[in-house]
């Protein structure tokens, strides 16, 4: 259940003035500072003067534009069902919920023309304005639309003077890598003195392909302690010890955090809204930036603590209320854990929102949200670099998540003037909240019916011989615990820790080899189960070589529905199998076996797939 609830402004009882966001400026890199206006982009307002001949852009003519229109066949809103927003309205019915066959036939037809009836480019969505060149904030539609839903519905409690401000990029590792350029100075072991390494703070077990864009800029990675819920803020290796005792022959110490707080990768874990206070006071104590990836946001699962606990024959969970002054006006977008946007009083936090895991991956779009002078400086790097994501996705992305908008509201906005376009909000988000809704349903079924799987499967159960004669009558029953996990509170992930120091040959064998081994093991036939290995998600060789290796993370997002199931079974069979191996010659023989090209010259198995995130 949530631990926070809205109430009206009326209803708070104390009210403080909002004061500006701060000035951090001074952790701007030095070629963030030095950034200019695009004189070319800034040249685009004389476009819009009526009947001007254009002889000055070097923009190609849309009629040479190959495409006529740009159509597809969309799902509807509803096409999935949701899942309660309230763990206490559950049934028991949604531990064994089937799934269901979406109803494909519930679709509608998008159609994107080449030209648009409104005359004014900045106001219309056809293919004569979204494959021209364009600004770096977004086509405009969509940027007006997402700036609304995110000041409006999603970041409606940010508490500083006037609110955030957005920008589009080509999805969150793009927005990304733009905030490292933007907060980061390259350092070069060669070249500059260990006291101006840069250094980033991170859950120790983390999404490494975003680190992977920081570290060849010289950034140092800082672990910080997680826990089931996410990053600590204090105990030894928490974040307030990190950065009390940190040691400045490593370095500067850390002024950025890339952490992710809803459905952690590779964790499932979700952060509360206390340990989010708790956090940010201490990132506020030394000035630490927070980019907030949440690519998981809507997907979190109220379910998962009550299931868990009925599953363990646990008490129900107990929760604490959290008061935010204002409501989204859906209860779905109400029932989420916010982001440290909601208490990021100072203008410290960049958050990175993406359609990766609402649309489609292969969109590369989303948005940055944050404090107006951090977006300008992102603006001015988006200018000189990306430009805009491309035009083809945005406008097919307008069409679907704007959906019907009345026309009253679209001839509101066509008379708006250029400037006054962005801030627009009249358009209606209710097709797309309740897109969201049914999406999260399908993943929370989906996370529901693997724990349930697995958790069947976490022990290994053997019957022993009696040590007395009078006690022949009983069988003696030994519980072994192969591997263990929390459901998760959002997101794709079961993180899964094997306790390889229960297995038979762990006296003789490390377990880092098991883990290899049983990694092997599992691809082998007849299980076929492929996961991810702990060290992959590991921020430094020390996390890996000291806890990594007992992990594993599964997936329940990119099979088949069915598939989910059976995937699971073969898993905690593989497991059970392999928990019964004493010979470590039957280990030799599955590391002689199981190397990628002998799986793949005895059964035919590609790697055509990505790993994705």
């Known amino acids: 259940m949530a631990d926070f609830e809205y109430v009206s402004r009326s209803d708070a009882t104390t009210t403080t003035a909002l004061q500006p966001p701060r000035d951090f400026s001074y952790h701007f890199s030095r070629v963030t500072l030095a950034r200019k206006e695009s004189q070319v982009k800034e040249f685009y307002k004389y476009f819009q003067i009526p009947g001007i001949g254009n002889l000055a852009g070097g923009l190609p003519n849309a009629s040479l534009f190959p495409y006529d229109t740009l159509e597809a066949q969309i799902a509807q809103p509803e096409r999935f069902e949701p899942t309660p927003n309230d763990p206490n309205s559950l049934s028991e019915k949604l531990?064994?919920?089937?799934?269901?066959?979406?109803?494909?036939?519930?679709?509608?037809?998008?159609?994107?023309?080449?030209?648009?009836?409104?005359?004014?480019?900045?106001?219309?969505?056809?293919?004569?304005?979204?494959?021209?060149?364009?600004?770096?904030?977004?086509?405009?539609?969509?940027?007006?639309?997402?700036?609304?839903?995110?000041?409006?519905?999603?970041?409606?409690?940010?508490?500083?003077?006037?609110?955030?401000?957005?920008?589009?990029?080509?999805g969150n590792t793009d927005g990304f890598s733009k905030t490292i350029e933007a907060f980061t100075n390259p350092w070069s072991e060669e070249r500059d003195w260990i006291r101006e390494r840069p250094a980033i703070l991170c859950e120790e077990f983390t999404f490494m392909n975003a680190l992977q864009a920081a570290t060849p800029r010289?950034?140092?990675?800082?672990?910080?302690?997680?826990?089931?819920?996410?990053?600590?803020?204090?105990?030894?290796?928490?974040?307030?010890?990190?950065?009390?005792?940190?040691?400045?022959?490593?370095?500067?110490?850390?002024?950025?955090?890339y952490t992710i707080t809803i459905g952690q990768n590779p964790t499932g874990g979700t952060l509360s809204v206390q340990r989010r206070k708790e956090i940010y006071d201490i990132c506020s104590k030394y000035d630490v930036m927070i980019i907030e990836d949440d690519p998981?946001?809507?997907?979190?699962?109220?379910?998962?603590?009550?299931?868990?606990?009925?599953?363990?024959?646990?008490?129900?969970?107990?929760?604490?209320?959290?008061?935010?002054?204002?409501?989204?006006?859906?209860?779905?977008?109400?029932?989420?854990?916010?982001?440290?946007?909601?208490?990021?009083?100072?203008?410290?936090?960049?958050?990175?929102?993406?359609?990766?895991?609402?649309?489609?991956?292969?969109?590369?779009?989303?948005?940055?949200?944050?404090?107006?002078?951090?977006?300008?400086?992102?603006?001015?790097?988006?200018?000189?670099?990306?430009?805009?994501?491309?035009?083809?996705?945005?406008?097919?992305?307008?069409?679907?998540?704007m959906g019907p908008q009345p026309s009253a509201t679209r001839a509101q906005f066509a008379s708006r003037s250029k400037a006054s376009q962005p801030t627009f909000t009249g358009w209606k988000v209710d097709g797309w909240v309740r897109w969201l809704e049914g999406l999260r349903g399908v993943y929370e079924r989906r996370m529901t019916r693997m724990c349930t799987i697995l958790e069947a499967g976490r022990h290994q159960l053997k019957q022993g011989t009696?040590?007395?004669?009078?006690?022949?009558?009983?069988?003696?029953?030994?519980?072994?615990?192969?591997?263990?996990?929390?459901?998760?509170?959002?997101?794709?992930?079961?993180?899964?820790?094997?306790?390889?120091?229960?297995?038979?040959?762990a006296r003789c064998m490390p377990g880092p080899r098991l883990a290899n081994a049983l990694f092997l093991f599992m691809t082998l036939k007849p299980h076929l189960v492929l996961v991810s290995p702990g060290p992959m998600y590991s921020s430094t060789d020390q996390v890996r070589d000291e806890r990594g290796w007992q992990y594993f993370r599964l997936c329940f997002a990119a099979e088949t529905e069915e598939e989910v199931d059976a995937s699971s079974t073969r898993f905690a069979a593989a497991v059970a199998k392999f928990w019964e191996i004493r010979d470590r010659r039957d280990i030799e023989d599955i590391e002689t076996l199981g190397g990628v090209e002998g799986v793949q010259a005895r059964q035919g198995l590609g790697m055509g797939m990505g790993w994705g995130c």
């Open 95 to 170: 531990a064994s919920t089937s799934l269901k066959t979406p109803d494909t036939s519930a679709s509608a037809h998008l159609t994107i023309p080449h030209l648009s009836g409104i005359k004014n480019p900045l106001q219309k969505i056809d293919l004569t304005t979204a494959l021209q060149y364009g600004t770096a904030q977004g086509y405009p539609p969509l940027y007006s639309f997402l700036r609304q839903f995110t000041r409006e519905n999603l970041q409606v409690n940010v508490p500083y003077l006037g609110g955030p401000e957005i920008i589009l990029t080509c």
């Open 218 to 257: 010289g950034v140092q990675v800082v672990p910080v302690k997680v826990d089931l819920e996410g990053m600590l803020p204090g105990g030894p290796g928490g974040l307030e010890d990190v950065l009390e005792n940190w040691d400045e022959s490593k370095g500067k110490r850390p002024h950025l955090m």
């Open 296 to 401: 998981y946001w809507y997907l979190q699962f109220p379910s998962a603590p009550t299931l868990e606990a009925s599953a363990r024959g646990l008490p129900p969970p107990t929760t604490s209320a959290h008061t935010f002054d204002k409501s989204s006006g859906f209860p779905f977008l109400d029932s989420l854990v916010p982001s440290y946007l909601n208490v990021d009083t100072e203008g410290r936090v960049i958050r990175l929102d993406t359609f990766s895991k609402t649309v489609a991956p292969g969109c590369r779009l989303g948005w940055i949200t944050a404090q107006p002078a951090i977006i300008e400086r992102i603006l001015r790097i988006t200018e000189t670099s990306t430009q805009q994501p491309s035009g083809f996705v945005q406008s097919m992305i307008a069409e679907l998540i």
């Open 466 to 505: 009696p040590l007395k004669a009078s006690e022949s009558e009983w069988a003696v029953i030994s519980k072994t615990t192969m591997y263990s996990f929390a459901w998760p509170r959002g997101g794709m992930f079961l993180w899964v820790r094997m306790h390889f120091d229960t297995h038979p040959l």
